[in-house]
T-cell receptor, first 115, second 113 residues
Framework: DAGVIQSPRHEVTEMGQEVTLRCKPISGHDYLFWYRQTMMRGLELLIY????????DSGMPEDRFSAKMPNASFSTLKIQPSEPRDSAVYFC?????????????FGPGTRLTVL | QKEVEQDPGPLSVPEGAIVSLNCTYSNSAFQYFMWYRQYSRKGPELLMYTYSSGNKEDGRFTAQVDKSSKYISLFIRDSQPSDSATYLC?????????????FGKGTLLTVNP
């Protein structure tokens, strides 16, 4: 398996522009997670899906952020409009289930810079 | 007080040294404790997983949990340059909140040949 795939790997945009980050989870995994990592706040969970349905979006910072999972093999995280404080590395992760022994597998991340 | 505190380092050691990485936490409900390793420009990967208190050993790595002190440690024996990475502790309460991993900010480790 290729692991969790994210695109693009790097994104530089200007304030006010729309940004779309993409994720392909590991085949057969029922759970998908979006995280954001910054020096100041560390790694934070934004939202997670179970079988393509959003379950907990309490970590989404504000209405400018939205996430979708139209099918089991694809998810997007959209920021509209983007702001400089959104600059961070965004990770997608997937897992089989939520058992305490289950592992979340992380993708390589998308490094977002908003100028 | 933050839920999980981790010294960011950086920590620089010579090859072969014993490395000790630590986290403290405030939520006594945490029961499952993990260590993730994150190489530069990569995503975190699970290194060790421990339930409740006690020790767990895997090769050169030992994870230790002291719930009475709310303190967890990761020891690396005979450290190698390939161990150079950021190490993040993570923990969860378990049960229905298993998905909600609370991470430390990570400690940057460099092992010098």
């Amino acid at each position: 398996d290729a692991g969790v795939i994210q695109s693009p790997r790097h994104e530089v945009t200007e304030m006010g522009q729309e940004v779309t980050l993409r994720c392909k989870p590991i085949s057969g995994h029922d759970y998908l997670f979006w995280y954001r990592q910054t020096m100041m706040r560390g790694l934070e969970l934004l939202i997670y899906f179970n079988n393509n349905v959003p379950i907990d979006d309490s970590g989404m910072p504000e209405d400018r952020f939205s996430a979708k999972m139209p099918n089991a093999s694809f998810s997007t995280l959209k920021i509209q409009p983007s702001e400089p404080r959104d600059s961070a590395v965004y990770f997608c992760a997937s897992s089989h289930n939520l058992a305490s022994t289950d592992t979340q597998y992380f993708g390589p991340g998308t490094r977002l810079t908003v100028l | 007080q933050k839920e999980v505190e981790q010294d960011p380092g950086p920590l620089s050691v010579p090859e072969g040294a014993i490395v000790s990485l630590n986290c403290t936490y405030s939520n006594s409900a945490f029961q499952y404790f993990m260590w993730y390793r994150q190489y530069s420009r990569k995503g975190p990967e699970l290194l060790m997983y421990t339930y409740s208190s006690g020790n767990k050993e895997d090769g050169r790595f030992t994870a230790q949990v002291d719930k009475s002190s709310k303190y967890i440690s990761l020891f690396i024996r005979d450290s190698q340059p390939s161990d150079s990475a950021t190490y993040l502790c993570a923990m969860t309460t378990g049960g229905g909140s298993n998905y909600k991993l609370t991470f430390g900010k990570g400690t940057l480790l460099t092992v010098n040949p």
